[in-house]
């Protein structure tokens, strides 16, 4: 059970004034909580909504996900990409990879979507960028290997988004619990010690890194 960071009424308002779910979306998010474990996995309407307006901020044609589960953020994306915009999206799971594909048949964005079924690190190292987005929400403790292939693949006007980083408060606890929350605790303290990206940790519903290459960064590229 995820720790609410807010109270259930603020959270309520807020995805009540925040962009619409889609019918696709509402429908998948709710047979994935009706027939999957672990259904709180989806990242739900409000942080689907703030990914979705990240990919409009940067105008993206690109988007690269890491941890697609039964496909929820994926189709979020592929909601605000223009009609040839593309989504690679990386699961070592076929059979949540399964329910997600009957969903993106029925959605009218889900040719933009593509399933890369195995390990990520396996398909990360065969990918060729530059992506405009780059969301990682899959293992935790692979967040600094995703997260430094992430660095060479975003475009110079791109974001990567990283999912989970307060791991339900547990990133405050020393000594880490568990190789989950040690791996989160890394991966936080490499990226604000990275001079080649600027870092803002929101406190969305489980924490998101916003990412993106500094100046000299770009301009080394
Ligand atoms: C938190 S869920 C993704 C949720 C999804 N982004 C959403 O909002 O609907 C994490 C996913 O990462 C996948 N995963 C875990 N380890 C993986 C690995 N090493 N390679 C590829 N996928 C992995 C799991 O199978 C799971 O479906």
Not at 105 to 115: A, L, V
Not at 118 to 135: K, Q, R
Request: charged share 20%.
């Amino acid at each position: 059970m995820m720790k609410s960071l807010v109270l259930p009424e603020i959270e309520a308002y807020a995805e009540a004034h925040s962009m619409i779910e889609s019918d696709v979306c509402r429908q998948l998010r709710e047979e994935t909580y009706r027939t999957m474990e672990c259904p709180q996995m989806v990242v739900g309407p409000l942080e689907g909504a703030f990914l979705k307006m990240m990919a409009q901020l940067v105008c993206a044609q690109h988007v690269l996900e890491i941890g697609t589960f039964t496909g929820y953020s994926a189709l979020c994306f592929a909601e605000v990409l223009p009609h040839d915009g593309k989504i690679v999206t990386c699961d070592s799971d076929p059979s949540s990879t399964d329910l997600a594909k009957t969903y993106f048949r029925q959605s009218p964005h889900g040719h933009k979507i593509t399933i890369q079924l195995g390990p990520a690190l396996e398909s990360l190292a065969n990918m060729t960028g530059p992506f405009d987005v780059i969301f990682i929400d899959a293992d935790k403790v692979n967040y600094v290997k995703y997260y430094q292939r992430a660095v060479e693949l975003i475009s110079p006007q791109g974001v990567i988004l990283i999912d989970n980083v307060l791991w339900n408060g547990d990133v405050m606890c020393d000594p880490p619990l568990d190789a989950s929350t040690a791996a989160i605790q890394e991966l936080n303290r490499v990226v604000r010690a990275d001079s080649r990206v600027s870092v803002v940790l929101l406190t969305i519903r489980d924490g998101v890194l916003v990412i993106t290459p500094n100046r000299a960064y770009k301009a080394s590229r």
